[in-house]
């Protein structure tokens, strides 16, 4: 299936998509390219927040977009495979039957499929500005990025 098949299917059902995308088999890349994909994609999301930023301060654009570029691409990565190590361990200590890939997966899925609404954040932000409308699609990413990594990670602590 497709990954935007995929995305769509995950607001229908998070752990149903996971447990398909395990049963394709324990594939690094795949997940590497999910999280790498999300990250571009999240980073391209600030892009009409920067810009509104450095219009309005005066600030160099070049400078916000490298500063979060290296935030986005290189230092995030590395920070979602510690979350998702520590996702795994509290699945272990709850004697759950997933594995360190599918916690990887997880996580790693639920940043990509809800980043439709980081690219909805992201004009919000560029567009309107700091204000309720922003904390609204920013509240309302969160509640579908945490439904998204909790029920996949269910599905996948179950199965294995």
């Known amino acids: ?3 935007t098949s995929n995305i769509a299917a995950t ?3 998070p752990g149903r998509v996971i447990t398909r995308l395990l049963s394709l088999g324990q ?4 997940a590497l390219m999910y999280l790498m994909s999300a990250c571009i994609i999240i980073f ?9 930023e450095a219009h309005l301060t005066g600030q160099e654009l070049d400078m916000l977009l490298g500063g979060t570029l290296m935030a986005w691409v290189i ?10 190590f520590v996702a795994r361990g509290i699945g272990m200590i709850l ?5 360190a890939y599918g916690a990887r997966l997880a996580l790693f899925w639920a940043l990509l ?4 609404l980081i690219l909805l954040h992201g004009l919000t932000a560029g567009f309107i500005g700091p204000g309720l409308e922003l904390q609204i699609v920013g509240l309302l990413w969160c509640v ?7 029920g996949g990670s269910l599905a996948q602590e179950r199965g294995a």
Do not use: H, T, V
């Open 1 to 3: 299936m497709a990954i």
């Open 27 to 30: 594939r690094e890349d795949r």
């Open 75 to 84: 230092i995030a990565p590395l920070l979602m495979y510690i979350i998702a």
């Open 113 to 116: 499929a809800s980043s439709p």
């Open 95 to 99: 004697r759950g039957k997933g594995s």
């Open 144 to 150: 579908i990025f945490f439904w998204f990594w909790i």
């Open 11 to 13: 607001y229908r059902g």
């Open 44 to 52: 391209i999301a600030q892009l009409p927040r920067l810009s509104r």
